[in-house]
């Protein structure tokens, strides 16, 4: 018996920097990660998405490959320079043929692509021009990008998203200086996160107004938040935690408003956002058709009287995590008890289910998609075969975690394995994989199918009833 309904959308997702290569082919103008990823010191070991798996060379293979495994569907992302080489202007036809020819290539497999505009990669030519999401004026870019997107591909693509996190893109962007552009200014990270949400709206309002047939929604990381303790300060360091990770990043695209009290609250402290005449209504009035959820992780909360603390695992040695902490508000810990990965990652399924429902609790019965979930992992070739078991635990747990929620009323309607195949993890490298099927990086970028690959064709084939 299965939990999962008869339409469930299986599938697998990528993003363009991290998949596709090509990063000057054809016309294409680069993108914030081009140019930051060559910048000394910024990634793990110097690594960049130049070639990547060489997607854009090599999607035809690629998608042969989930039509093999049987996918239901495919999340992939846009490049906004692919196809418009200075961010707005001008368009690139051979880009635009590229995604084309994919999503052709998709169709003809029965795979329902599912379409990311924003994972990330922003013209370098906007950020030069005038700061990116610094300024208002990305409003009007990002909807000019979109609406492109929408006249090109609308007539087959009927699952969008507009951004990708949110609150990594930002949060990482321009408080912790750990990616593009490389900021520790909180005002700023607010700011440009109101613009991302006016972004967000307009170009839902212009899918609306196009007729587009299909839905929209935006993509959040949801990390549930865990007290470490019972104490007072670790209850309201959580609960302000979760209003941050959660509540601020959900309200405004599924209530149209930010959350009173914590807008109050940072308006007060960082003088931010600022609202124009117009945004209040523009956010109210364009209410997302569903939301997208990634997760991997739960934060455990601890109040956080010391300092600032950025540092992530980029390494891959378990333990040399030190934690992300804001000074005054809370801090994120390891929990004592937990089961982690190399990457201080810890293995939670309860947490999705965690999710779903809180998500369910605050938000009715809004549609909802796991556009992610997955495991890095070192995953070594030996005597030719990937036998990934830890892939498949962690898999089997979450996708468990799921049919836990649906069966308690959550509405789950796709679930999106991070990723189908193995490409560059932002800030770790290649050696962090995630695929169901291997690239060999030694070897001319061969793909080989992990063992994980078989798994979930059955899990697709029959509806998650194996589990
Ligand atoms: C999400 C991103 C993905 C992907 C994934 C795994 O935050 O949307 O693009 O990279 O996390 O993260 P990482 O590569 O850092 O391990």
Redo the contacts with the bound molecule.
Sequence with gaps: MSEFPKDFLWGAAT?AY?VEGGHDADGKGPSIWDVYSHLPGTTYEGTNGDVAADHYHRYKEDVALMAEMGLKSYRFSISWPRILPKGRGEINEAGIKFYNDLIGELLKYDIKPMVTLY?WDLPQALQDDFGGWDSREIIDAFDNYARLCFSRFGDRVTLWSTF??PI?FLGLGYITAKHPPGLKDPTRAIQACHHMFLSHARAVRSFRQLGVKGQIGLVN?MQPNDPLTQSPGDLAACALAEGVYTHWFFDPVLKGTYPADLLARTQESLKAPVFAPGDEELLRDNICDFVGI?Y?KRGMIEANPDENSYEINTSGKKGSAVGVAFKGLFKVVKNPNGNFTD?DWEIYPDGLTASLMRITKRYGNIPIYIT?NGI?TKDPLENGEIRDQPRIDYLRAHVKAIAEAISSGANVRGYYH??FIDLL????GYQ?Q?GFVYVDYKNGLTRKKKLSFSWYRKVVATNGAIL
């Design positions: 993003a991290q994972h990708n996190e990594i990381v990634n991997y990457w992610e890095g991070w990723s993890s932002w800030l770790n962090k995630y």
